[in-house]
Structure formats: C-alpha cells, structure tokens
C-alpha cells in the first residue's frame, strides 16, 4: 500500500495513549507490525514545549516506519506543531479527530478537538487542509484518524472522507463507532465498507479486531487497504505475526509458549525501565493480563507482578513460577525517571 510516496505493510498499530510508547512500538514491530504510531500528542502542549508532549514525540530507527499523531483546534497550533513533528522525521504526520474523551471532544468550535470537530466539518476541513501545506515541502504525508460519527444521527462517515480527499489527506483510518459509543457497543464495519467504496485514497479498517481471523474477516467484508489494532494487541504483540501468518497461509500460527510470553513481558518491561525508570515499569502493567493470558495461576502471579517497580522486584516474582526464564537478563541502567504525566492533563492546564 503507498501513503503518499510512501511504500508501506497493511496491518498497523493503533496509537494509543499511554500504551503505544516507544517499547511497546518496537515490540509490536519486532513481531510483525507495519506501521506503528506516536500516542497522541496535543498540539497546544507542543506549541508551549512541555515536557510530557516532547518525550511522546520521541522514537527510534526501529520503529520506522511511524507515525505522529497531534491533536489540536487552533489553525496555529497545528501548523507549529505539525512543523516542530516534521523535525522529528517521522514517516507520516497523523491527525486525530476520533477521541471521545470528555475533555477533548467536548465545547465550541474554538475549543473542541478530537472526535468534537465531527461536529464542525469545515474546521476539520480546514485543519487538514493546513497541516497538509505544512507537510508538503517536508516531503511527509498526512494520514487522518476518525469515527464514525458523533452519534447514531450523526453519521459522517462519507462527508468526512470526503473533506479529507478534498484537503489532501493521503489516508484515512475509520474506527467503526461514533463518539457517542466511546469504546461501548461492538465496531460497526458496514460504514467502512461505504468508505473504501467511494474512497480514492487508502482506508484503514479500525476497531474490535483481536485475533488473526477477524482481521481477514475485516479485509474481506470491508475491502479496505490495511487494518489497525489497538486493544487485540496490548500484552500480545504476537498478534501481529498471527495476522500476517494466517492471512499468508490460511492458518492460526501457534502462539508463543507461556515460558517465551514471559519473556517478552520482561523484556518490555526492562526496556521501559531503561527508557523512563519505574513509571516505565508501572505503564507496563496494563499489558500484563495479556501476557499472562491462559497461564493457570495467573491471577495470583499478576497481584505480585502489579507490586514490582523494577527488573529486580519482577525478576524476583517471576522466579518461583518461571525459573531460569528471565534469570540471565541483566537489568537496565535507570533512566532520568519521570513523572508519569498524562498530555491530556498537560493539554487542560
Ligand atoms: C487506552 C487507549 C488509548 C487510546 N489512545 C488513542 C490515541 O492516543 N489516539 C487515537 O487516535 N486513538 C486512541 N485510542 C483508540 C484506538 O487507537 C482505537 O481506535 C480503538 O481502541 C479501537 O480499536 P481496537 O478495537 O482495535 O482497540 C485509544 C484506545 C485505547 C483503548
């Protein structure tokens, strides 16, 4: 599939706030993810250099190719901000017009951002159209992320790929809910079907994809160029090489083994020691009961792994259950530890 000039995989990494950080990235690469993005990252809070927006910004070789994804309302804000992105290199420039969060979607014209500029068609326009300019003589394309709609009434999805096209976006990402559904209710993938059919840039297929058939199931019903996963992939990035091996060959590659799940939990854990001290190690814990999945005593080892700050505690709490398994890694220097900010708390301020 191309995003502009462009040549690219077909199954992405959702971004996502506070899990799709740059451990969890080169994982998901690592095991088979095309494309990953950046956590979004308000354009308000890069235009005033805060801290917590400058570190999400951050990413490796690795990881290539990515994308950063900014939100934001003002014209001026996302123009700096899609500038101070395009010095990072990144591979694509994402703009986010699907978050439902209260704080984000919420308020006026002048205000709202995420999901809320469904509501104001013509400054979504208008925002693409300036980020796109923006890009331009950067040489990096523009991808937009969005919903549905803002609720049942509401449905936009074809004027919104519409205005997309029209303002130069080189892609669109649907996650088949409306704002209204938050994260409730099951993806609604006839929508994207209509999409992909009037569509004359890529569309991605988005939403409630957690194993390797319903990704084919999301090809074959909605025909769209690529498929993003978002939750299916938090504590199994394996997920991406089940993908890629069932839509090859037709079957489910087995999983890793439990021994090899606790591992790589480990070893993401480690890598976010090493990148930001123990909060690393605290964000990891929302990907535990992944890694744990179907383990026996799961639920006892998680209450122990939910107490561990560093390689040294998890080392010790993994050695009953798994001996030898993460034994001979040795443990990471402590990075300049961080306070765990939220941007979205950043952006309120
Ligand atoms: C914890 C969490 C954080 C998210 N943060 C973002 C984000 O920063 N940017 C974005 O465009 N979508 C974000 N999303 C939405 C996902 O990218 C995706 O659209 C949604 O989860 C549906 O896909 P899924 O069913 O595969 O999870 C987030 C979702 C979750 C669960």
Redesign the pocket.
């Known amino acids: 599939m191309r995003i502009g000039a462009l040549d690219v995989g077909r199954v992405f990494l959702?971004?996502?706030?506070?899990?799709s950080d740059g451990p969890f990235r080169r994982l998901c690469k690592r095991m088979g993810a095309d494309v990953v993005y950046t956590?979004?990252v308000p354009a308000e809070a890069m235009v005033r250099n805060i801290k917590a927006a400058e570190r999400k910004l951050a990413f490796t070789e690795a990881e290539r190719p990515i994308g950063i994804?900014i939100y934001g309302n003002r014209i001026d804000a996302m123009i700096e901000a899609a500038n101070m992105a395009a010095g990072r290199r990144p591979d694509i420039l994402d703009i986010?017009f699907?978050?439902p969060v209260k704080k984000v979607a919420e308020g006026d014209r002048a205000s709202c951002s995420g999901s809320g500029l469904l509501r104001f068609p013509d400054h979504m326009e208008e925002i693409i159209a300036a980020v796109v300019e923006t890009m331009a003589p950067h040489d990096i394309p523009v991808t937009v992320?969005t919903r549905l709609g803002w609720d049942d009434e509401s449905i936009s999805v074809l004027d919104t790929l519409r205005r997309a096209e029209r303002a130069g976006a080189d892609l669109i990402t649907f996650?088949g809910r409306t704002r209204a559904q938050m994260?409730r209710g099951d993806?609604d993938w006839t929508w994207i079907r209509r999409a992909k059919e009037e569509a004359s840039i890529p569309v991605i297929g988005?939403?409630?994809?957690r194993t390797p058939e319903d990704a084919a199931r999301m090809f074959d019903e909605t025909g769209v160029d690529g498929v993003m996963?978002?939750?299916?992939a938090v504590g199994a990035p394996w997920l991406f090489t089940g993908i890629h091996g069932f839509l090859r060959t037709g079957v489910v590659p087995e999983p890793p083994a439990i021994e090899e799940r606790v591992a790589l939990y480990f070893e993401h854990a480690c890598m976010a020691f090493e990148e930001k001290g123990r909060w690393g190690v605290r964000m990891v814990r929302k990907h535990v009961k992944g890694y744990l999945r179907e383990f026996a005593g799961a639920s006892r080892l998680r209450a122990k792994l939910m107490e561990c700050e560093d390689p040294d505690d998890l080392r010790r709490a993994l050695a009953d259950d798994f001996p030898g398994v993460v034994g001979d890694v040795p443990p990471p220097a402590l990075a300049d530890a961080s306070p765990p900010e939220s941007t979205r708390e950043d952006a309120t301020r």
């Open positions: 959702a971004p996502m706030e506070e899990v956590e979004f994804q986010n699907g978050c992320k996650h994260f993806a988005n939403g409630d994809i996963i978002g939750r299916g």
